[in-house]
């Protein structure tokens, strides 16, 4: 039976119950939702194993190999799969259809094809449900559950099908429906724990000396309780791509992080289209990688045929960074070489500009308000903090969801003075939100100019390892957690918000740092799900290395903890410990 059958009954749950959160993801459009997975490679005995996990051919596809004897170890083992990035609370409903690409080869080592789920690490004694051979029945096919410490098996010869896995209080249930048949298929039912799955994966296992697992993931549905996201997405932006007639643009994208981080770097038109254009030799308008802690990619545009132009985004679940490099070159010659920092999204930017007969700026805008139009006022600021100009460019107004401007300040300005020097001050209308690149051209060279966001200044602010110290009156003590607070995710705001996070030496957590303009203040939320407290600080800088203000502690969990009552404020007192 073709997979496309099974369909129809994929999305089957358990009669009277009601879920509050549904994922589902087809794996359909050949480029891995980095906003829900992150992939994993697992391997030992190394340089025997190779694994590798990509979304291909509208599936997820996943392969394992160990090498024969005496390349690979005797112990080599090689695991490849996604990890879905969130923790699941409350009753669940998992399903996924899997397919085998390649045989499976017995009766030697076990290997696996399945759904795995996890109280803690994905594979640490993790429930289970899939296909697997059985060494005791002389390597023939099996559909193994794992529930706790329990196994069970049941005999089979299916290539393709689904799996399940349910939880209904401590009830977890495993099944499968193999292509003859008409049911789901209970393969184990035990009492298991009720406590959060902080892991799901989706993954294939290998320990055989010469062989190889091939598979296939699709359809996956989640309905589940609750589901806490781990991470959010985020962006970086390259608001200049061109290519051809000589010039071509390199992106060298670097993991600075000491975990292994998928993103997927996606090009697109002045328009806001998808731009398919070759990149390393390969032609695409979305290409996702996985890049080792510390490592790094390059991603280089052709330089053939006609100029185009465009922008590219990345999108990745852990901070990335990129320079996008722009070589410029005359019968091979290599004239010149630009590089500029890929850039976030902002409210309100500035950027130095320099016009006179010898001089001129570029910018480069694009529209990230998502499906919306975006309007963007420019501004001359002389060197006196006057503004001298402000634009009536057409072109700045209702720039569409996904486009771009990009053009020299005295075109967006025509009546700019014959000589300036000062600031371009751009500012997105409403709740519009934009990136921006600048470029100073002199004597015909280029050369990258920053753009500096107003906020990140009163951000920095925060940045830095500080200790905390309240007197809690309710508990007759001082609570004293120290705080690194390390890296600004988003900036969106010119009113000097700021979305910082850090980790509490003592606790464990993540303190999330905004400001607060109804409050006009600060606000730290300390909030973990699997501890049943919330601690929130509310607080303002008395200078650059101290701040004042209240801490309130509710002794329950809330997702939105500052929309229940704070109860009473405890003195706070912060001090920087390292800048």
């Known amino acids: 039976m073709q997979k496309l059958l099974f369909v129809c009954f994929l999305f089957f749950v358990v009669p009277g119950l009601v879920f509050a959160v549904t994922i589902e993801d087809n794996f359909d459009d050949n480029s891995l939702n980095s906003s829900l997975w992150v992939p994993f490679n697992i391997g030992s005995g190394d340089p025997g194993v190779s694994m590798s996990v990509s979304e291909i051919n509208g599936q997820l596809e996943a392969e394992a190999t160990v090498a024969p004897l005496p390349i690979a170890a005797q112990s080599a083992v090689a695991i490849a799969g996604v990890s879905l990035l969130g923790t699941i609370y409350g009753d669940f409903d998992v399903q996924a259809h899997y397919e085998m690409l390649d045989p499976l080869v017995g009766p030697n080592d076990e290997p696996f094809v399945g759904i795995l789920l996890s109280h803690g690490q994905l594979l640490d004694d993790p429930y289970l449900v899939g296909l697997t051979l059985d060494k005791s029945l002389e390597g023939n096919k099996t559909y193994l559950a794992g529930i706790e410490d329990d196994e069970f098996r049941i005999p089979t010869n299916d290539t393709e099908g689904l799996l399940r896995f349910t939880r209904i209080g401590n009830l977890v249930s495993a099944y499968y429906w193999g292509p003859s048949d008409t049911n789901w298929q209970l393969i184990r039912q035990a009492n298991g724990s009720a406590d959060p799955i902080k892991n799901l994966g989706l993954g294939i296992f290998n320990e055989t000396n010469g062989t190889t697992v091939f598979a296939a993931f699709d359809n996956f549905s989640l309905t589940a309780d609750q589901f806490i996201p781990t991470l959010e997405p985020t962006y970086l932006y390259f608001p200049q791509i061109a290519d051809g007639e000589g010039l071509q643009t390199t992106l060298t994208i670097s993991n600075p992080g000491d975990n292994e981080a998928a993103g997927t770097l996606r090009f697109f038109t002045p328009g806001g289209s998808e731009w398919a254009l070759s990149i390393n030799s390969t032609v695409g308008s979305a290409f996702p990688f996985t890049l080792p802690a510390h490592g790094s990619a390059r991603f280089t545009t052709s330089g053939t045929g006609s100029i185009a132009t465009g922008w590219a985004s990345l999108e990745s679940v852990r901070t990335l960074s990129g320079v996008a490099t722009f070589d410029i ?84 300005f025509p009546n700019i003075p014959s000589t300036f020097k000062g600031n371009l001050i751009a500012e997105a209308n409403g709740n519009g939100v934009m990136a921006v690149i600048g470029l100073t051209q002199k004597d015909g060279l280029y050369s990258a100019i920053p753009v500096a966001n107003p906020s990140l200044a009163v951000a920095k602010r925060v940045l830095g390892e500080w200790a905390f110290v309240s007197h809690v009156s309710a508990w007759g003590r001082e609570f004293a957690p120290s705080f690194s607070i390390r890296a600004i995710e988003d900036d969106s705001s010119g009113s000097g918000q700021i979305y910082a996070w850090g980790y509490d030496y003592q606790y464990h957590g993540s303190l999330l740092v905004n400001w607060d303009e109804s409050r006009q203040s600060y606000v730290g939320i300390n909030s973990n799900p699997d501890y049943p407290w919330s601690n929130i600080y509310i607080f303002n800088f008395a200078n650059e290395n101290t701040i004042s203000g209240c801490y309130y502690y509710q002794d329950q969990y809330y997702p939105d903890p500052l929309n229940h009552s704070l109860g009473n404020c405890n003195n706070l007192t912060g001090t920087r410990i390292i800048q």
Do not use: C
Request: overall charge negative; proline content about 5%; aromatic content about 4%.
């Open 329 to 412: 070159r005359s019968q091979d010659t290599l004239i010149q070489t630009i590089g500029v920092l890929g850039t976030p999204v902002a409210k309100r930017l500035m950027v130095p500009a320099d016009y006179d007969s010898r001089a001129n700026m570029g910018l480069a805008i694009i529209n990230t308000s998502g499906s919306n139009t975006l309007t963007v006022s420019l501004s001359l600021v002389g060197e006196d903090g006057v503004v001298i100009q402000t634009s009536t460019d057409p072109d700045y107004q209702n720039i569409p969801a996904h486009g771009y401007v990009t053009k020299f300040v005295s075109e967006a």
